[in-house]
């Protein structure tokens, strides 16, 4: 009886306070969303890759495509610790092998940001306190404009008030998402930018690829 009690209690102590891992659905122990073999697994895979502009971690596959779906779809915010844990190295390498003057992350629509309640490739960014411009795509206009940062607790978005133009005179720029798919959205977003101005180079990184992308 004692012993079943104790089960019980633990089995209910799992219930608040252990997790399952994001990728294999192991229970976890701690305050972590993936389990340590995991994490593991997918530093080893994550190296820096790239086709031509394009930098990537991993293709969009089982196991990343699951962190990314728990992160931004199933209110696991709180795996922004392990995915920038991830991201940490190889981005910021790209940021000073390729000298870049200024993040952009791609937005997402202000409906996705009610919902959801924040931008997922931002909070990466605020993680690794890597400063980075918002840009806002108006549906209407088609423009593009820096947006405020009144509406950020974070001070390490540049400080810009009001929407003013973005200056990308022979800047290098990276743009920054999670998943790459197609790559209509990035292409669009590199047109408005060069519209605004003449960057030097304008480089993408996102941490997941379509294995189908630029084919
Ligand atoms: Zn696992």
Known sequence: MQRKMKSLNLSIRNLFFSTKCSVCGKIIEDDRYICYDCLKLLRRKGELKNRENYYYLYYYEEDIRKVIADYKLKN??????????????????????????????????????????????EEILERLKIKYQRIERVKDTKHMYLLSSKESRESNIENAFGKIKLNIDGKNILLVDDIVTTGSTIREIIKELKKMGKPKEIYVFSIAMAKSFGK
């Open 76 to 121: 696991r915010k709180e795996l922004v610790v392990e995915i920038s844990s991830l991201l940490k190295k190889p981005l910021k390498y790209l940021l000073d092998e390729k000298k870049i003057d200024i993040v952009i992350p791609v937005p997402i629509s202000k409906k996705r940001r009610e919902e959801r309640g924040f931008n997922q490739v």
